[in-house]
Nanobody, 121 residues
Framework: QVQLVESGGGLVQPGGSLRLSCAASGSIFSINHMAWYRQAQGPQRELVASITSGGIINYVDSVKGRFTISRDNAKNTVSLQMNSLKPEDTAVYYC???????????????WGQGTQVTVSS
């Protein structure tokens, strides 16, 4: 069984910082693409930042210059450092990973349980 466990959400004032972390565990052969999504009101999840196993990074325009995604391939973790937070960053943040598990030739997409980030004074 493979799972993603997130940590680090919470309440912060505008202009503050938070760091989200996500650890993948289980029968993992390889992790290709890791990302953070967020979901505010409504069913749509927004891709916030992504990073490939080779270190190629992309950000949504609204967080460029404020958020930094990083990963530790040896520990199967991905983090999101969020600085200069704004009220519009308030959302549930989800870790996402595309992984190949042991014994399977296929890549599957996995999600964490989500962690609430609230930016408010």
């Amino acid at each position: 069984q493979v799972q993603l466990v997130e940590s680090g959400g919470g309440l912060v004032q505008p202009g503050g910082s938070l760091r989200l972390s996500c650890a993948a565990s289980g029968s993992i052969f390889s992790i290709n693409h890791m990302a953070w999504y967020r979901q505010a009101q409504g069913p749509q999840r927004e891709l916030v930042a992504s990073i490939t196993s080779g270190g190629i990074i992309n950000y949504v325009d609204s967080v460029k210059g404020r958020f930094t995604i990083s990963r530790d391939n040896a520990k199967n973790t991905v983090s999101l450092q969020m600085n200069s937070l704004k009220p519009e960053d308030t959302a549930v943040y989800y870790c996402n990973a595309r992984m190949v598990i042991l014994g399977s030739p296929y890549e599957y997409q996995y999600w964490g349980q989500g962690t609430q980030v609230t930016v408010s004074s």
